[in-house]
């Protein structure tokens, strides 16, 4: 599976993005997605995962009730809404996905930079 994101930019305190995450190749295999981030001088931590036939979702307590994780699975395509941004989500959001529960998160997109100014 391949996985290009897409969508981060430089955005206001308060404001919203959308970031965007396609995938290719063996796609039926897809289980879950989920989006994570990295910020600078800090580990990776996951967003917001998703249930690729589930539908289901979960979310960082830091952003519940301001991000909303989706999918379109004709378009093998997940989103990352972002509302209420604060300058604490500035990172590199990843895009990634898993072939099962059990299994870890193994294919990974390439990121793309959310900068958020006070």
């Known amino acids: 599976v391949q996985l290009q994101a897409s969508g981060g930019g430089l955005v206001q305190a308060g404001g919203s993005l959308r970031l965007s995450c396609a995938a290719s190749?063996?796609?039926?295999?897809?289980?879950?997605m989920g989006w994570f981030r990295q910020a600078p001088g800090r580990e990776r931590e996951s967003v917001a995962t998703i249930g690729w036939s589930s539908g289901i979702t979960s979310y960082a307590d830091s952003v519940k009730g301001r991000f909303t994780i989706s999918r379109d699975t004709p378009k093998n395509t997940v989103y990352l809404q972002m509302n209420s941004l604060k300058s604490e989500d500035t990172a590199i959001y990843f895009c990634a996905s898993k072939r099962s529960n059990h299994r870890p998160y193994e294919y990974w997109g390439q990121g793309t930079l959310v900068t958020v100014s006070s």
């Open positions: 190749g063996r796609t039926f295999s897809i289980y879950a």
